[in-house]
């Protein structure tokens, strides 16, 4: 056998000198030695691994073992910066060739590639297929490449982007040379596409698992957002949150709220200027700002591993984007919060809105129809009831075996039980037939209140019998009541504009007592403690740790780079846990490889030794 060509020749203690000597990791992640072997074989491969499985590592080692020059596609500049600086920092020879550098840095990085000394080369996908960098695999003798975000080459992804359909080239300019495309997606239409639009031969399919166990799932009826919002901020002080909005107005409006309150907040959406939103996005990376409401635009450029909550203040549009997003939070492995803040009106709402993209859409009612479906997924994982956990993976198609994960609203038995709510649904049941059937939940919901408005009585409902009939109740509640009805089907709300409330059968079974009603009781916002989170603060000085915090933030601000280039705060932690004062120690953190110790262990050893 050809050991050279099968990759034996490097054995698991080889490729763990590597990552242990760069990147101070003492072991690899699921699927990264198969992914990384793959890479040496020149195997063609597709690696699906959850956000934070480790999926840069897989093509980074290659390279050093065999002394090679492999290429990255990255459809991302922000992405390709972030990652160099973080290469870098670990003394990892690569370059970047982007749109975003100026000449003289374009130079540098192609005499260095030039050189043979550079293992890696990031790439954007339009400048990879220009004549002088295909000139330049062919004279360097390239023979792999490595496609980040490849879901981005599929119609059927989140984030399609025409220019990596070009990418379908490389294997007719070069055949004997391997690719390996990489994803968090999980569907299995994406992976057939990529593996087709690639021309893949014979891949390796590697997909990891999907399940994340230091997130902690929550979700809570939304009530008062801004309130709720801000109080899972402050369970979370000066860390990074991210804060998801259905549109660009809800960004900017939740941003300034927060703003007004002290927390160093920003909005992040479509709509701003290129250079505005690459601001926003750098000030989170270099933790100017703790907080960033965002629409779904704000996704893939973000690398900051410490994000420590996640926070959709409704419902996203599908599972799918669910998972992507909540899957930026604690990707350095530390557990984080993902907390959804639901209410049946969003399923309304989105309804609305796709109903309007599927207008522009050639194929309308097939487009509508897919994504309802989507939209009826995500309702239903939304419903109290199944662990978190478990329905999110048996949804990517995988099992989940832990019968209590302690780390989601229902295993935490945190939501409280349902309530019977027969009583109030026959008020307001009984109070859409007294209004006609033939106003909206807002005036339904006035009418119950005993609002005092002139309209109340220019329609002379305040003479109604159901009028004040739930004055008790406080009206974000009643109204959270009403789209709880709508969403199990026990009164209908019209489409068009000008949605009216209209009894249906179910809800004469109610009215008539035939049929109970049960309803999730409003929250109060108590959380606990899970077994992940006080096992990974278990020893560490809370104190230490903040004022390493400090410490790391200023050796970036010097270096530029991002504070999470420098150390982890998986490292951090473990630093301020076992304070380590000589090299050795040093270098058995988590995380710090040779290049770390030598950049920064003295400062940091010194920071520990004067901190009592
Ligand atoms: P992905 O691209 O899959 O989202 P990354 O490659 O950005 O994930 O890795 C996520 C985090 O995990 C990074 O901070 C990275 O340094 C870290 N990481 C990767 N591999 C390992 C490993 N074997 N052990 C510990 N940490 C790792």
Redesign the pocket.
Known sequence: MDLKASGQEHPLSRILET?RLY?G?D???PL?EEAIRAGLDHRDSLVV?????????CYQVPPLLVERTDIVISPLISLMKDQLDALQACGYPAAALHSGMTSQQRRQGESFIASGKCRLVLVAPERLVTPWFLNLIQRRSIRAFAVDEAHCISHWGHDFRPEYRQLAVLKECFPDASIQA?T?TATQRVRQDIIEQLRLKDPAVLVGCFDRPNLIYRLVPRQDVRTQVRQVIDRHPNQAVIVYCISRSDTQSLAAHLQSRGVRAAYYHAGMKADERRKTQDAFSNEQLDVIVATVAFGMGI?R?DVRCVIHAAMPKSIEHYQQETGRAG???LEAECILFYSPADVLRWKSLLEKTAEQARNRQEVLKASVELLQQIRRYCAPGRCRHKALSEYFGQTYQDVNCNACDICLNECGELEEGTVSAQMILSCVGRVGQRFGIGHVVDVLCGADTERMKSVRHHELSTYGLMKTTAKKVLTNMVYQLVDQDLLTRTNGEYPVLRLNKASWQVLRGQRKVWLVPPKTGKVKKTAHEKESWEGVDGDLFESLRRLRTQMARERSVPPYVIF?DAALREMARRRPLTGPGFLSI??VGEKKLSDFGDIFMAHIRAHE
Not at 49 to 57: A, I
Request: positive net charge.
């Open positions: 990552v990147w990791f072991r690899l992640r990264q691994l959850p956000t934070g499985g480790g999926k840069s590592l990489y968090a690398d591993s990707r350095d492995g982890s988590h995380g």
